[in-house]
């Protein structure tokens, strides 16, 4: 295979937004995540100030999030012309009461581009750039789950109902190619090695239904698990919120009991597992899949929560998967409260190449604890924080 070359790209790229967008003005909504910076920053080189830089301040982003980045892209050596759109409401009116994940999704997208196409016309712009990656044609194609950013790939006009054109400069790059041309674009690290954050932000990573004090937990939460797991370099890690709310009953749980015991030797008296009410994405065969989530609970005699080493971890998923045949995910818990709450907490970090497949990072279990009794401490409406210990594939990388 021909190696990338983010030099030769770029000038490629350049080249051909000229072309395309000429002297016309574009409009970039920018997360301050790689895919979308690199691109703002690739096509300002190419038409200057005609771009405009847009966030979207839209409720989902992390705390304090938007202001940050503005500041950062603003500065030399990037200087982008940055602006905040404040459009909280607009975006939860739009979600508000959704509970399945590719309502959501499908929400997000026709309240982004509406809200976009209302800034473009006050512009007086005819294009839209953004960040769309290989990794995002793939999955929406493929049925997993439908990025916000795809459109003309499934056949949707963007010209025909939001007025403009869609330009992607990065669509033929995978995600470790984005990084190298953005290196090249001497794009500082703080967003050139950011580990990625979906364009939907963190309504995807609320399941179920969003609502605002599930929202607030899911910041806190995010908060400490980027603070404490990086260290250990996952390829992406964060956190993501579900109402504790369990099927019950369930008439195979007992198999799964006793399966889960004696694949780790603990007594039966010593292993809990529960299916939650709300369902989360995963993949079967390259398609989508929406199943139950099966979260354990496994303690040692004294009372303490028992901590297998990954090896039997990967095993045990495997095993409850296929025995549970509607579930796309195992959960296991490192951190537990006083008090049963209304909602539970997963930690998710994995470790890829491509974001096509991933394996479940190995966390040391000091950090996991420590982030639990974090999240615990900081989330009083919060029961248990669970470590997701599913791979990609049968699970996709985000919760939803």
């Avoid at 499908?106 to 512009?123: M, N, V």
Wanted: charged share 30%; aromatic share 6%; net charge positive.
């Amino acid at each position: 295979m021909k190696e990338f070359n983010a030099k030769k790209f770029v000038k490629e790229q350049i080249n051909e937004i000229k072309q395309v967008i000429g002297n016309e003005k574009a409009v970039i909504a920018v997360s301050g995540g790689v895919d979308s910076s690199t691109c703002a920053v690739l096509v300002h080189q190419a038409i200057g100030d005609n771009l405009i830089c847009v966030i979207l301040d839209d409720a989902f982003m992390r705390e304090g999030e938007p202001e940050k980045v503005a500041e950062l892209l603003s500065q030399p050596p990037l200087n982008l012309p940055m602006r905040i759109e404040r459009v909280q409401e607009r975006f939860l009116t739009a979600l508000r009461g959704l509970r399945d994940a590719e309502e959501k999704r499908k929400a997000f997208r026709k309240t982004f581009y509406e809200t976009l196409s209302d800034i473009a016309k006050k512009e007086g712009s005819m294009f839209l750039v953004q960040g769309t990656i290989l990794a995002d044609i793939i999955e929406t194609k493929g049925g997993i789950k439908t990025q916000h950013n795809v459109l003309e790939q499934i056949g949707i006009s963007t010209r025909e109902l939001y007025g403009f054109k869609v330009v992607e400069p990065l669509v033929t790059l995978l995600k470790h190619q984005v990084r190298q041309v953005a290196r090249y674009l001497k794009i500082p690290p703080e967003i050139s090695e950011r580990q990625p954050f979906p364009g939907p932000g963190l309504s995807v990573r609320v399941v179920g239904e969003i609502t605002l004090d599930k929202l607030a937990a899911l910041k806190k939460a995010t908060s400490a698990v980027e603070n404490n797991l990086s260290k250990h370099d996952p390829s992406q890690y964060f956190a993501a919120i579900i109402n504790n709310e369990e099927i019950y009953p369930r008439p195979n749980l007992r198999g799964l009991v006793d399966l889960t015991a004696r694949y780790l030797e603990l007594s039966q008296m010593n292993v809990w597992i529960k299916v939650l009410a709300d369902k989360a994405t995963g993949m079967k065969q390259k398609a989508r899949r929406y199943g139950e989530i099966a979260a354990v609970t496994c303690r040692k005699d004294s009372g303490e929560l028992y901590q297998p080493d990954y090896k039997d971890l990967n095993g045990l998923q495997k095993r409850i998967l296929s025995k549970m045949r509607s579930a796309t995910r195992v959960l296991y818990e490192i951190g537990e409260g006083d008090k049963k709450q209304p909602y539970v907490v997963v930690v998710r970090a994995v470790k890829t190449e491509d974001f096509l497949k991933a394996q479940v990072a190995e966390i040391p279990w000091p950090t996991l604890q420590e982030t639990a009794s974090q999240i615990l401490k900081e989330c009083p409406n919060v029961s248990s924080v669970y470590y997701d210990i599913t791979p990609k594939p049968p699970a996709t990388i985000e919760m939803e």
